[in-house]
T-cell receptor, first 113, second 112 residues
């Protein structure tokens, strides 16, 4: 089946610890995205990548880092610099081109201990 | 920058019709999306409008007026499973892969 997978579903982070959220897609999509969702808030763009080995900061990139070494994978690292990391993290992908729909993975819920 | 407004919560009755409005202000416009999101789950794509007018897809329809910066999602023959949040999202002229700007979502409650 084609789709987007994220793991883990729940992740716990200790203070001062870096954690990495996985996002994989087998849809052959060029573009991938990371969003953060907080209760009562809209999704906010963290980073996006249009092509392998290239990525751009979104609206709230501080405290996060990404890599795009393979077309299928776009992992997100939440660093210790991110002071309020508790949120629902959503990965999405889309074919390249204006007007293309973004499709979302199931999400990872990150909680700080 | 972009600003997207939609009602926080709406209530409707099973079998009825409900219209969820979305207004937006953007420096450039390159399409408007509606997504459905059940609690704790990922958003799922419902509709896309880039030209003025109505797009119909089964029980769901979406309308766009670019001159008014306005869209609505119309849900007919409401079912209990339609209880969810409905997200309006706008893509600006920055390019197709620049990400979307989302509204805060409208929480729709369906009553028997």
């Amino acid at each position: 089946d084609g789709g987007i997978t994220q793991s883990p579903k729940y992740l716990f982070r200790k203070e001062g610890q870096n954690v990495t959220l996985s996002c994989e897609q087998n849809l052959n999509h060029d573009a991938m995205y990371w969003y953060r969702q907080d209760p009562g808030q809209g999704l906010r763009l963290i980073y996006y990548s249009q092509i392998v080995n290239d990525f751009q900061k979104g609206d709230i990139a501080e405290g996060y880092s990404v890599s795009r070494e393979k077309k299928e994978s776009f992992p997100l690292t939440v660093t210790s610099a991110q002071k309020n990391p508790t949120a629902f993290y959503l990965c999405a992908s889309s074919p390249e081109g204006a007007g293309e729909t973004q499709y979302f993975g199931p999400g990872t819920r990150l909680l700080v201990l | 920058g972009q600003n997207i407004d939609q009602p926080t919560e709406m209530t409707a009755t099973e079998g009825a019709i409900v219209q969820i409005n979305c207004t937006y202000q953007t420096s450039g416009f390159n399409g408007l999306f509606w997504y459905q999101q059940h609690a704790g789950e990922a958003p799922t794509f419902l509709s896309y409008n880039v030209l003025d007018g109505l797009e119909e897809k089964g029980r769901f329809s979406s309308f766009l007026s670019r001159s008014k910066g306005y869209s609505y999602l119309l849900l007919k023959e409401l079912q209990m499973k339609d209880s969810a949040s409905y997200l309006c999202a706008v893509r600006d002229m920055g390019g197709g892969a620049d990400g979307l700007t989302f509204g805060k979502g409208t929480h729709l409650i369906i009553q028997p």
